[in-house]
């Protein structure tokens, strides 16, 4: 058989990072991208293929996907939309052009990327493209709300492209994944520094008690239900390899309770066992 080729964003750590070497290891050509430049070269020079891809220019999304389309000869067999950031805060200090700057690189530039790698895979006849949504995508929690909503706009993008896709050789899927051990956490504070202006907050205790201790506390033992960026690699796999993908997979406990609650709960139990924490 052909070897399969694979378009990963967000590659520089965590979930993309893993999946790359996950999927490399059975078999796959994987284009590792990344935001940065240096991080593309330390990706090559673990020898992966490694076009540079920022969400939040247009160039690069076009850029990268051409780099790729001329090492496979103009095709691709799968892409897995995963790179985001976070930006924690109360939705009260939250100013409306950080909510743009996040929606930019978590949903505007997917939908971008998607829907040009789209008529690749229509004019070969095959294709999935799979969506690392979130927990967050249908269940939200405090000082979570900007990146709650982005992929929340995920969830209702990719199931309306699922059921438009229905006629077409191309799968497409969603995995949600509840906590996982990345560089998420990390990877936000500089856009909460940006954004957040929390001393001038009237939750400005809220912001000492709980999310300034979550943010900068590096002592902080790991959360229980906390599972290696390798757990969602391995439904990654799952859902690049079956014959027939689900649309949706979970990963982590929290997930799947959380999914639980939400159907079966009234909002205002739920509400309150999510404000409880």
């Not at 673990?46 to 790729?68: C, K, M, W």
């Not at 950080?98 to 929606?103: C, G, H, K």
């Not at 290696?228 to 990963?251: C, D, G, I, M, N």
Request: glycine fraction near 8%.
């Amino acid at each position: 058989m052909a070897e399969k080729s694979l378009l990963i964003t967000g590659c520089s750590s965590g979930i993309g990072h893993s999946s790359a070497h996950e999927m490399r290891d059975r078999g796959w050509r994987v284009f590792a991208s990344c935001r940065s430049q240096e991080d593309c070269d330390r990706l090559r020079a673990e020898g992966f293929d490694s076009p540079r891809i920022d969400y939040q220019d247009t160039a690069s999304i076009h850029a990268g996907l051409n780099e790729v389309l001329e090492a496979t000869g103009g095709t691709l067999d799968a892409l897995f939309n995963n790179g985001a950031h976070g930006l924690p805060g109360a939705m009260e200090d939250l100013p409306t052009d950080a909510l743009r700057e996040i929606f930019e690189s978590n949903v505007f530039g997917w939908h971008e990327l998607t829907n040009a790698v789209i008529p690749v895979m229509r004019a070969q006849g095959h294709g999935r493209i799979v969506q690392n949504s979130s927990v967050l995508g249908f269940v939200t929690y405090p000082w979570r709300g900007a990146y709650a909503a982005t992929k929340y706009a995920i969830e209702g993008l990719t199931d309306t492209l699922r059921i438009e896709m229905r006629d077409t050789p191309i799968h497409i899927v969603l995995i949600e994944p509840g906590p996982i051990r990345t560089k998420i956490r990390e990877n936000s504070v500089p856009h909460f520094e940006r954004w957040i202006n929390w001393e001038a907050s009237p939750r400005a205790e809220q912001y000492r008690d709980s999310l300034l201790k979550r943010l900068y506390d590096t002592d902080k033992g790991p959360d229980p239900f906390e599972l290696p960026a390798s757990a969602v690699a391995k439904k990654l796999s799952h859902a690049l390899e079956s014959r027939k993908p689900h649309p949706r997979y979970f990963v982590t406990t929290p997930t799947y309770i959380s999914n639980f609650g939400r159907r079966l709960l009234p909002t205002r139990i739920l509400d309150w066992l999510i404000a409880k924490g």
